[in-house]
């Protein structure tokens, strides 16, 4: 998501600013140009078509945040005078409960994270955020041919609408039907609104679509008639043990775009 934040009290976007408006929002399914590496010297690069950036250890905030137990946090930050880059990579636990138990699952092969790069001019800024997932992708011939799964989700990303800007969590479920090679799941992203404080998202949002090989790509769904939007979906880890997730559109009052990590619910058949 790309987006301009106009607002009474200039600071970071990963603090509070009491009241503001979005303007100039786009959205897309693949940021143009990403790309993500990591070198056991120089950590993490990261680069689109417009801006690029290095988190090493110097630039290392927090390995965890106490307040998000169930959604720790590694942050990088790099900051100047005009500008902020901003690397969270996310330490997932899904959280599962039905009549058969309930627990959390730490991914083993799945990951997430999302990098934010701001410029701040007079009255505004202009951010990009980007949220990408990653994982070993499972082999083709290593697919499951039979059985229904059902893959529990938990995922970060972004809302906004004219005069609000969401940083959401999502707790999501998807099934998948290895005998049709069919997938279908729902999206909802709630969150604290970094202008007023209150909390809103994005709810009802549907996908569903047909597997070619390891992956499934397709549209969302909405009741709402005028809604639009992608996602991708990406199995990784032998047999198909967990999936990734990246999504982007708009729910006809606002724009989203978010990732999450996907795996097996060991409470459901």
């Given at each position: 998501m790309e987006l301009t934040t106009t607002a009474g009290t200039t600071s970071d976007l990963t603090e509070d600013t009491?009241?503001?408006?979005?303007?100039?929002?786009?959205?897309?399914?693949?940021t143009p140009g990403f790309k993500g590496s990591y070198n056991g010297s120089t950590g993490y690069s990261l680069s689109d078509s417009v801006n690029g950036a290095v988190f090493g250890r110097a630039q290392l905030v927090s390995d965890t945040w106490a307040n998000e137990k169930n959604y720790p946090t590694v942050l990088f930050s790099r900051l100047s005078?005009?500008?902020?880059?901003?690397?969270?990579?996310?330490?997932?636990?899904?959280?599962?409960?039905?009549?058969?138990?309930s627990g959390s699952v730490e991914p083993k092969y799945a990951g997430i994270g999302g990098w934010q790069h701001s410029i701040s001019e007079t009255g505004e800024r202009h951010?990009?955020?980007?949220?990408?997932?990653?994982?070993?992708?499972?082999?083709?011939?290593?697919?499951?041919?039979?059985g229904i799964v059902?893959?529990?989700?938990?995922?970060?990303?972004?809302?906004?609408?004219?005069?609000?800007?969401y940083f959401t969590t999502s707790l999501d479920e998807i099934a998948v039907d290895f005998d049709t090679h069919t997938i279908s799941g729902s999206l909802?992203?709630?969150?604290?609104?970094?202008?007023?404080?209150?909390?809103?998202g994005i709810y009802s949002v549907r996908f569903s679509g047909t597997m070619s090989g390891n992956m499934v790509t397709g549209a969302t769904e909405s009741g709402v008639a005028v809604a639009s939007g992608q996602f991708k979906l990406l199995f990784v880890g032998p047999n198909a043990d967990e999936l990734v997730l990246i999504h982007a559109g708009q729910d006809g009052?606002?724009?989203?775009?978010?990732?999450?990590?996907?795996?097996?619910n060991p409470y459901l058949p």
């Open positions: 009491r009241g503001g408006t979005t303007s100039n929002r786009t959205v897309t399914l693949d005078a005009n500008s902020a880059d901003y690397l969270a990579l996310y330490r997932n636990k899904v959280n599962t409960s039905t009549a058969l138990g951010t990009r955020l980007t949220y990408f997932a990653f994982g070993p992708a499972t082999p083709t011939t290593d697919i499951p041919r039979s059902k893959y529990s989700l938990t995922g970060r990303g972004n809302y906004a609408g004219d005069n609000a800007l909802s992203m709630g969150g604290t609104n970094f202008f007023s404080g209150n909390y809103g009052r606002g724009d989203f775009v978010g990732s999450a990590v996907g795996v097996r």
